[in-house]
């Protein structure tokens, strides 16, 4: 009942977007967040509308997370936008997906720039049409110089896939002898992987209230903290957003070796 009273008084409890961004910004940041962007197809359905209403509307809220996630310093989104399981969709709606980077791009190409975004890809682009990789290479290209976030779209990717062609190709070296099987680490493994270059995920977000990893990052994930949001893709906005960060920081980082009795 004094709630209001109370917090008038105080000015503690930041209230507006604008605060809680200043608080934030306090904290340590997540440096790499992955999202699993699901519920598009559910969206759609609630609105009777086709499911690639749904997709189309989830290409906007990639936009928004894009920026939001950029004004807030991570340093690299990962966005799981197609798996290799997703190919057994029917044929029509596979069809949309995949001409949704080239729609996305030529709306917001100009905008990643102006941001200083640097958009990567995840995943075998060998197997996707060529106007959808003819699509993001442009925009790979266009961006190769920013040193902003990194955008990094998993397309085409499943990451029990990518760590059998990180077997194979650590298998390789010790064929030929670059590499001992004694001297073969963790290290050498994520190595391997198409994330190389990347920092591990300290943060995976997934929306629309599954609670699965669907085979996406794996390895990678490791540590990372885990969000589960009942929230569909594409009404997942910045306050969601802000909420899951906040509880990222509130967390505790722990990594086993300290404070004894917890795991990871
Ligand atoms: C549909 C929700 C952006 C998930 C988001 C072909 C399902 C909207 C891209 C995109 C998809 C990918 C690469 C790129 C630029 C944009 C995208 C797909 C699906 C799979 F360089 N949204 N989006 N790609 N959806």
Same mark, same amino acid.
């Given at each position: 009942?004094?709630?209001?009273?109370?917090?008038?008084?105080?000015?503690?409890?930041?209230?507006?977007?604008?605060?809680?961004?200043?608080?934030?910004?306090?904290?340590?940041?997540?440096? %790499?967040?992955?999202?699993?962007?699901?519920?598009?197809?559910?969206?759609?359905?609630?609105?009777?509308?086709?499911?690639?209403?749904?997709?189309?509307?989830?290409?906007?809220?990639?936009?928004?997370?894009?920026?939001?996630?950029?004004?807030?310093?991570?340093?690299?989104?990962?966005?799981?936008?197609?798996?290799?399981?997703?190919?057994?969709?029917?044929?029509?709606?596979?069809?949309?997906?995949?001409?949704?980077?080239?729609?996305?791009?030529?709306?917001?190409?100009?905008?990643?720039?102006?941001?200083?975004?640097?958009?990567?890809?995840?995943?075998?682009?060998?197997?996707?049409?060529? %106007?959808?990789?003819?699509?993001?290479?442009?925009?790979?290209?266009?961006?190769?110089?920013?040193?902003?976030?990194?955008?990094?779209?998993?397309?085409?990717?499943?990451?029990?896939?990518?760590?059998?062609?990180?077997?194979?190709?650590?298998?390789?070296?010790?064929?030929?002898?670059?590499?001992?099987?004694?001297?073969?680490?963790?290290?050498?493994?994520?190595?391997?992987?198409?994330?190389?270059?990347?920092?591990?995920?300290?943060?995976?977000?997934?929306?629309?209230?599954?609670?699965?990893?669907?085979?996406?990052?794996?390895?990678?994930?490791?540590?990372?903290?885990?969000?589960?949001?009942?929230?569909?893709?594409?009404?997942?906005?910045?306050?969601?957003?802000?909420?899951?960060?906040?509880?990222?920081?509130?967390?505790?980082?722990?990594?086993?070796?300290?404070?004894?009795?917890?795991?990871?």
């Amino acid at each position: 009942m004094f709630d209001k009273l109370l917090r008038k008084k105080t000015t503690a409890v930041p209230s507006t977007l604008k605060e809680r961004l200043n608080v934030l910004k306090e904290k340590p940041m997540p440096t %790499h967040v992955a999202i699993i962007m699901d519920g598009n197809g559910r969206w759609a359905k609630q609105r009777k509308l086709p499911r690639i209403a749904g997709h189309h509307e989830g290409m906007k809220t990639v936009r928004k997370t894009t920026l939001f996630a950029s004004e807030i310093g991570i340093r690299v989104l990962t966005l799981y936008a197609f798996s290799t399981e997703n190919w057994k969709r029917p044929k029509r709606e596979i069809d949309f997906l995949m001409k949704l980077p080239g729609e996305f791009l030529s709306t917001y190409l100009p905008e990643l720039v102006e941001n200083n975004v640097k958009v990567e890809m995840i995943g075998t682009a060998e197997l996707l049409p060529a %106007h959808t990789k003819d699509a993001i290479e442009k925009a790979m290209n266009a961006t190769a110089h920013n040193d902003g976030m990194i955008l990094n779209f998993a397309m085409n990717y499943g990451s029990r896939f990518e760590i059998a062609e990180a077997v194979k190709a650590v298998a390789q070296q010790v064929s030929d002898n670059t590499i001992e099987l004694s001297s073969i680490t963790e290290e050498t493994i994520s190595t391997a992987l198409m994330t190389s270059h990347l920092p591990d995920p300290d943060l995976l977000i997934r929306t629309s209230g599954e609670v699965r990893l669907s085979n996406f990052m794996l390895w990678q994930l490791a540590y990372a903290e885990l969000a589960f949001t009942e929230v569909l893709w594409p009404d997942f906005n910045e306050e969601n957003m802000l909420n899951i960060v906040e509880d990222y920081q509130n967390r505790n980082r722990r990594f086993g070796s300290l404070e004894g009795d917890e795991i990871k």
